[in-house]
Nanobody, 114 residues
Framework: QVQFVESGGGLVQPGGSLRLSCRYSGRNFDFKSLGWYRQAPGKQREFVAR???????YYSDSVKGRFTISRDNAKNTVYLQMNSLKPEDTAVYYC????????WGQGTQVTVSS
């Protein structure tokens, strides 16, 4: 059973930073390509960033230059470093495979507000 457990969210002022973590687990899946997604109130879930086999990274235009995705394979964890946060980054953030969409975890709430 594949599982994703996100953490690290919170309340931060505009311009601030947060680092999200996602611990993944499960058998019979290689977890080589993982992504972060977010869902703001009243909106559909959207792609934020992904890291693929070999370490290449891709970002949505809205976060490019501000967010950085990385991973620690020894800890089965993928991270999202978020800098220069804006109110429009407020959302619940999730991680998942970018190859197969597994059941979503509980996500972690990020609120950017003064």
């Amino acid at each position: 059973q594949v599982q994703f457990v996100e953490s690290g969210g919170g309340l931060v002022q505009p311009g601030g930073s947060l680092r999200l973590s996602c611990r993944y687990s499960g058998r019979n899946f290689d977890f080589k390509s993982l992504g972060w997604y977010r869902q703001a109130p009243g909106k559909q879930r959207e792609f934020v960033a992904r890291i693929v086999s070999g370490g290449s990274t891709y970002y949505s235009d809205s976060v490019k230059g501000r967010f950085t995705i990385s991973r620690d394979n020894a800890k089965n964890t993928v991270y999202l470093q978020m800098n220069s946060l804006k109110p429009e980054d407020t959302a619940v953030y999730y991680c998942n495979s970018v190859i197969v969409t597994f059941p979503w975890g509980q996500g972690t709430q990020v609120t950017v507000s003064s």
